[in-house]
């Protein structure tokens, strides 16, 4: 991993791009990261630095749920 991040998590609709995508950042380190996700508008990121300091792309105030697909199946 790069020096740095202790984590970084991805909210997207997949869960399985999510997986891949929060491995993919987070080798990549954070100020890539940032920059790739800034050019995808349906990737939201999670990253704590290694001062434990949490940060939201894009702003926290934007982060939104992910639509439950198990609920829509009743």
């Known amino acids: 991993p790069a020096r740095g991040v202790m ?11 999510a ?3 929060s491995t993919a950042l987070f080798v990549m380190g954070q100020e890539k990261a940032i920059k ?3 050019s995808k508008p349906e990737m939201q990121m999670i990253i704590v630095n290694d001062r434990g300091e949490v940060t939201t792309y894009p702003a ?3 982060l939104t749920r ?3 697909q198990r ?3 009743k």
């Open 36 to 38: 790739l996700v800034q």
């Open 66 to 68: 992910c639509n439950d």
């Open 19 to 21: 997986d891949a995508w």
């Open 71 to 73: 609920s829509n199946s």
């Open 7 to 17: 984590s970084i998590s991805v909210l997207m609709q997949d869960p399985t791009l």
């Open 60 to 62: 926290a105030s934007k």
